[in-house]
């Protein structure tokens, strides 16, 4: 995609000529669509808890709700309030990645015991959804942003529970490997088709769009596992075989 520029040249107050430029402004457009595209899903995003809310609470308000299922409604009300907190606060930490304003300083971050301390995190989350987690490997230091790290190997970590089956497990690995810093998150879930592999990093961009309504979630959470690791100059590998299971990976080269 081109854009053509014409300035004229004057000499002795008359236009003698005009100097042409072509710029290649295919990268820029391509990032405005994007940009439109995601504001146009936010938007979407936003407004359907939102209708929800307002029509609950209306609803109530003009005291057509029976007692007995005022705790009902008052409940959507909460769940569907909670996506709203949960999605606002992925949209803060995706637009501070974009625009590389993150709050926070590099340190030594050993990738063992934050592993250990994000699966004590999920421990409730992987209980309830009847999943065995683990941490395996040694301490292995690498210079990261920690609240960044954290919340990459958490959003894994909550992903890896999710779309898990039944007694499935989640085994989280922090080594050195090849002589460099590795950590994975593991499942036994269902997996993501070939096809859909280079996909789920886009934001919203959710496989089975009504499994994973019923799942929850934002359709954020790889996204920022993307932009996170990119922050953090870590290499993300993704390998999955529907039916068998997921591994997500971070290596760094230092
Ligand atoms: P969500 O909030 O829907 O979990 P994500 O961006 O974290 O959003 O993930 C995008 C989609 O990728 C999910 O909706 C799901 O379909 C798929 N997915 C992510 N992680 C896994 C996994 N470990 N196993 C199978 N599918 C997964």
Redesign the pocket.
């Known amino acids: 995609i081109y854009r053509l520029i014409a300035n004229p040249v004057w000499r002795h107050d008359q236009i003698s000529g005009a100097v042409l430029v072509l710029l290649d402004v295919t990268e820029q457009v391509e990032r405005e669509d994007l940009r439109r595209e995601f504001t146009a899903n936010i938007s979407h995003e936003l407004k359907t808890p939102l209708t929800s809310i307002s029509g609950f609470a209306e609803i109530m308000q003009q005291g057509f709700v029976k007692p007995q299922d005022i705790e009902k409604f008052s409940g959507n009300i909460f769940t569907e309030s909670q996506r709203l907190i949960s999605l606002v606060n992925d949209i803060i930490k995706l637009s501070q990645l974009d625009e590389g304003s993150v709050p926070y300083e590099p340190e030594e971050v050993d990738l063992f015991s934050l592993a250990g301390q994000v699966a004590a995190r999920l421990e409730a989350s992987a209980g309830q959804n009847g999943v065995n987690m683990a941490v395996e490997g040694e301490p292995v230091f690498v210079k990261a942003v920690r609240p960044i790290l954290e919340e990459v190997l958490y959003?894994l970590c909550d992903?890896?529970i999710?779309?898990n089956r039944p007694q499935g497990k989640v085994t989280v690995i922090a080594k050195q490997k090849d002589g460099k810093p590795f950590v994975s998150v593991q499942?036994t879930?269902?997996?993501?088709p070939a096809a859909e592999q280079g996909r789920?990093f886009e934001r919203f961009?959710?496989?089975?769009k009504s499994h994973?309504k019923e799942?929850g979630?934002?359709?954020?959470?790889?996204?920022i596992v993307k932009h996170g690791a990119a922050y953090l100059g870590a290499q993300l590998t993704l390998q999955?075989r529907p039916g068998v299971g997921?591994v997500?990976s971070l290596s760094w080269d230092q």
């Open positions: 959003n992903n890896a999710k779309y499942d879930g269902i997996g993501i789920v961009y959710r496989v089975d994973s799942i979630g934002t359709g954020l959470g790889l996204s999955s997921t997500i």
